[in-house]
């Protein structure tokens, strides 16, 4: 099993749509939670990252994190053409050195007009 | 832009060969991580550098190998080319070790090999 896993899609919706994009994960260990948007032949670009269980938003997008089931989503408001990319989970313990993001298979999303 | 760079930007080598791939990191950044990303999966963590030492591995063999150097920039090399070693490979810039919470990414190089 999968420490991280994630729906690869595709995923496609029509502009103006809610989008949600969702990773479960099996390793407690985890504190740090990252989603990175990837668009075809780019490296990943950061989007948005959190530490604590709850919400946070951030323009169109709000990320939400829920400890308790090891499960998180990334909501992304009146989706736009523009916003079709593959977006990826990342994850992080804390630990003394060496940190790794644990990253999960990216859910590929079209956006339609 | 994220600032941070690698080249070459596409590569083809022959199974068997060795390769070494560069990445300047983001001013200011002191802590460089690469991934493997395989088609159609997400990144795999290969190793870290933190001030030019190896600060973590993951499920890599030893024919992978890296260097930082003083000014942070980095490389990664790969020895032994076999052709599951096909992918993109990124690397990533941190302002402080430990903390990925500000890790940025390279645009990539996409290695093939046949």
């Known amino acids: 099993q999968k420490e991280v896993e994630q729906d690869p899609g595709p995923l496609s919706v029509p502009e103006g749509a809610i989008v949600s994009l969702n990773c479960t994960y099996s390793n407690s260990a985890f504190q740090y939670f990252m989603w990175y948007r990837q668009y075809s032949r780019k490296g990943p670009e950061l989007l948005m990252y959190t530490y604590s269980s709850g919400n946070k938003e951030d323009g169109r997008f709000t990320a939400q994190v829920d400890k308790s089931s090891k499960y998180i989503s990334l909501f992304i408001r009146d989706s736009q053409p523009s916003d079709s990319a593959t977006y990826l989970c990342?994850?992080?313990?804390?630990?003394?050195?060496?940190?790794?993001?644990?990253f999960g298979t990216g859910t590929q999303l079209k956006v339609e007009l | 832009e994220t600032g941070v760079t690698q080249s070459p930007t596409h590569l083809i080598k022959t199974r068997g060969q060795q390769v070494t791939l560069r990445c300047s990191s983001q001013?200011?950044?002191?802590?460089v991580s690469w991934y493997q990303q395989a088609l159609g999966q997400g990144p795999q963590f290969i190793f870290q550098y933190y001030r030019e030492e190896e600060n973590g591995r993951g499920n890599f063999p030893p024919r992978f190998s890296g260097l930082q150097f003083p000014n942070y920039s980095s490389e990664l090399n790969v020895n032994a080319l076999e052709l599951d070693d096909s992918a993109l490979y990124l690397c990533?810039?941190?302002?402080?070790?430990?903390?990925?919470?500000?890790?940025?990414f390279g645009q990539g190089t996409r290695l093939t090999v046949v």
């Open positions: 990342a994850m992080s313990e804390i630990t003394g050195g060496g940190n790794k993001l644990t």
């Open positions: 001013s200011g950044h002191n802590t």
């Open positions: 990533a810039s941190s302002p402080r070790q430990g903390l990925n919470t500000e890790a940025f």
